[in-house]
């Protein structure tokens, strides 16, 4: 099943059940099974009363230190972004902690959709002192947060925690990102930081799990560590 899929384009209906049960000499049960596999991994998808068809290929992004923005140019698919939310609030006692700041301190809080051609990817949430980036509008969120934060407010990302786990998309998310409740996503919480160890900003962002793929380079404890940018 898998080699057939890899000669197949992305869009492409499968041959029917009963067929490829026969062209293979395998249980119908034994190609459903293989089927469900596939449907897993997002190679397949399912869609009820018209049979199963190939999945658009995985964005695979390595975690470095690279924009979302850049990391879909490299892939050569066109970024964008569209706004969700964007507001400013005072910081609760977590965000304090978490970017290192009083208890109160102005924040921005946005929320955007990440996209490649056109396609919604990941629902990215990001906090930052307005101390940090006066002035920051709406108008500058169109594309990478990190070229807006180094050209004007000369704010440079050196490294990034990252922590990463599998979850189930919320409503919310599930609007966003036109996708239905059972569809297994990957939830990101990062923390930047600047050459001199100052949190710049953190973020929460949630990437589709049949559509963004995760690599990291792995070295021994003396080895660098790698971060991740939204």
Avoid at 17 to 33: D, F, G, I, K, P
Avoid at 89 to 106: H, K, Y
């Amino acid at each position: 099943m898998r080699e057939l899929v890899a000669t197949l384009s992305t869009g492409q209906r499968l041959p029917s059940e009963r067929e490829l049960a026969v062209r293979w000499n395998v249980s119908r049960m034994t190609l459903r099974h293989a089927t469900d596999m596939l449907v897993a991994e997002g190679l397949l998808v399912r869609r009820q009363g018209t049979g199963t068809f190939v999945a658009g290929r995985p964005v695979i992004r390595a975690l470095g230190l690279t924009s979302f923005s850049q990391d879909m140019r490299s892939r050569g698919l066109r970024p964008g972004s569209l706004l969700v939310s964007f507001r400013t609030l005072p910081a609760d006692t977590a965000l304090a902690g978490a970017l290192q700041v009083v208890l109160d301190e102005p924040l921005f809080q946005f929320t955007r959709v990440r996209l490649g051609d056109g396609e919604p990817l990941a629902v990215e949430t990001t906090w930052l002192p307005v101390a940090s980036a006066p002035g920051l509008s709406e108008a500058d969120l169109s594309g990478s947060l990190y070229e807006v934060l180094a050209k004007r407010y000369g704010i440079i990302t050196t490294t990034a925690r990252i922590a990463i786990e599998p979850i189930l998309p919320d409503e919310r998310v599930q609007t966003l990102l036109g996708i239905d409740g059972g569809q297994a996503c990957l939830r990101l919480r990062m923390v930047d930081s600047d050459a001199d160890g100052r949190v710049v900003m953190v973020a929460n962002c949630v990437y589709r799990g049949d559509k963004y793929h995760l690599l990291a380079d792995v070295a021994d404890a003396a080895g660098a560590t790698t971060g991740v940018r939204p």
